[in-house]
């Protein structure tokens, strides 16, 4: 008898696997395709309640709309809170298979930016969703004529705050394992979801969730529904993102404002002082010139490197796209750059402008910065390298009003407020877990997958890793140009309808 080869059994099962996992996620979406009109429709419902992270009464409606939808879907559901009391609830889900020797962790977050409805759009609500044919920017128009049972278009945006960013995690998520289940499908691993409800201020008690739930969180690995994909549109799997942590300044003038021709000259002005302050932070082309800002930066590895070199180059399109001639970072490419540190202004205040400007110099101004982190800063050592900064620059640094007593004393004052920070994380691309995500998400797409070391964005997974001993590995389901933490933010369909897909797969590698 004439034995087969090794590698051609090997080669048969691997190709035997992979038509396997073609054909589920091809009865994956022709269920979401026979079910799009209930899905969109529950979709929408959860789009209408509004999730700003301190908006506690409607979080509240929240988690009992997520409750609904999984407990619908006959997943086990717990709310999960840490010591502090009155936080927003995380909502947990469990689906335990008989056998498994893997549990394999879905993370998304349900809570939203804060929003002016004043610069959305004309016709447009942050918590009234309604499709789009296209971006605002790009001349899209409401649809206003749609009605329910009406076929969807895939190439229409769904507008709303949220609808990317990120109940678009949550709604993926769970119809992926709505299809599974519909079409009994055999699990292979212990599956876990979690949906937290205070992402946008910086997971301030997910530390503490953590801690209290270390051993229901027990996962190999997590999986984050968050983020965009990379901009040519393509699938993409990110292996790390950037830590942040947010500092409010705070420069005093006189004690009151004053008349500006009366004063002026004689009176410092605290928005003079500021703009002075934060243009010495930066040079022209970017760099930031804080002592010591980028020394703990531990590189990229090798592979990490080859991976960034074989990512689509997109530059031009998004110069063309957003109007920017010459960018910022000396001419380093943009991929290099989100791999380092950096201090972004978010916003500047000082008395008024516009219709409301009057001749005066200002009593304070007020900006607020943001620093996002890679691997190797600390997010607290990096905001004293700043303090530091500061102080070179012969400021007294407050944490509260100037006294009387302060101001006789000192004659440069600035509070300096930092809140909730966390640090950077990065997982191996070259780890078992990590290859077995990868072939996952190429499953479902003919393109080639986009591989990223870091995202430029920032979740706080770095607690998965120190509290929860996991791996971590991000897969965006989203549209790159979504306007996330914006005005008019929106979703595209087919995002939406590749994503179900895709986390259908992820819950079978």
């Known amino acids: 008898m004439k034995l087969r080869s090794p590698l051609l059994l090997v080669t048969a099962t691997c190709l035997t696997i992979q038509i396997q996992a073609q054909q589920t996620i091809g009865q994956v979406r022709n269920y979401r395709q026979a079910n799009e009109q209930k899905i969109m429709a529950e979709y929408l419902e959860f789009l209408a309640i509004p999730n700003v992270t301190s908006d506690t009464v409607n979080i509240r409606r929240n988690i009992d709309f997520i409750k609904g939808m999984m407990e619908s879907r006959g997943i086990e559901v717990k709310l999960l809170g840490g010591r502090t009391p009155g936080v927003n609830k995380a909502v947990m889900g469990k689906v335990t298979v008989p056998g498994a020797t893997q549990t394999i962790g879905f993370y998304a977050h349900y809570d939203g930016q804060p929003v002016n409805p004043k610069q959305w759009a004309p016709g447009l609500e942050p918590f009234k969703p309604v499709f789009l044919t296209a971006a605002i920017e790009n001349g899209g128009k409401i649809i206003s004529d749609y009605r329910p049972g009406q076929p969807i278009q895939p190439n229409w945006r769904l507008s709303g705050r949220g609808s990317a960013d990120d109940k678009a995690g949550v709604m993926t998520i769970l119809n992926a394992y709505e299809a599974l289940v519909k079409n009994k499908t055999k699990l292979k691993h212990n599956l876990i979801f979690l949906f937290e409800g205070e992402e946008e201020e910086g997971s301030t008690h997910l530390d503490e969730i953590f801690e209290e739930h270390t051993q229901e969180l027990k996962a190999d690995c997590w999986i984050i529904s968050d983020g965009p994909r990379h901009v040519s549109g393509k699938k993409s799997v990110v292996f790390g993102v950037r830590g942040d942590v947010n500092v409010s300044l705070t420069v005093y003038g006189p004690k009151r404002p004053l008349h500006s021709g009366n004063y002026g000259n004689w009176a410092p002005n605290p928005a003079r002082m500021l703009v002075e302050l934060l243009a010495g932070m930066k040079d022209a082309s970017g760099r930031v010139l804080i002592n010591g800002f980028y020394d703990d930066v531990i590189p990229l590895t090798v592979l990490e490197k080859e991976a960034l070199a074989n990512i689509p180059d997109i530059e031009q399109t998004l110069k063309k796209e957003l109007g920017i001639v010459e960018p910022e970072g000396g001419g380093l490419p943009f991929l290099e750059l989100l791999n380092q540190p950096t201090l972004n202004i978010n916003g500047i205040a000082s008395a008024n402008v516009g219709a409301m400007a009057s001749n005066i110099i200002p009593a304070k101004a007020e900006a607020v910065l943001d620093l996002r982190l890679v691997l190797g800063n600390d997010a607290e050592r990096q905001v004293k390298k700043l303090t530091d900064h500061i102080r070179s620059k012969g400021y007294h640094i407050l944490d509260h009003e100037p006294t009387d007593a302060e101001r006789a004393t ?36 003919t393109d080639k997958v986009v591989l990223l070391p870091s995202a430029g964005g920032s979740l706080p997974l770095y607690m998965f890793e120190t509290i929860l001993g996991a791996k971590v590995v991000t897969v965006p389901v989203v549209n790159y140009d979504n306007n996330q933490h914006a005005e008019n933010e929106n979703v595209q369909i087919s995002f939406l309808w590749e994503g179900i897909e895709t986390m259908a797969a992820l819950m079978l590698m």
């Open 410 to 445: 000192y004659p440069k004052l600035i509070r300096v407020s930092d809140g909730t920070g966390y640090n950077a994380q990065r997982t191996p691309m070259n780890l078992p877990i990590a290859r077995q995500v990868v072939k996952a998400v190429q499953s479902t797409t």
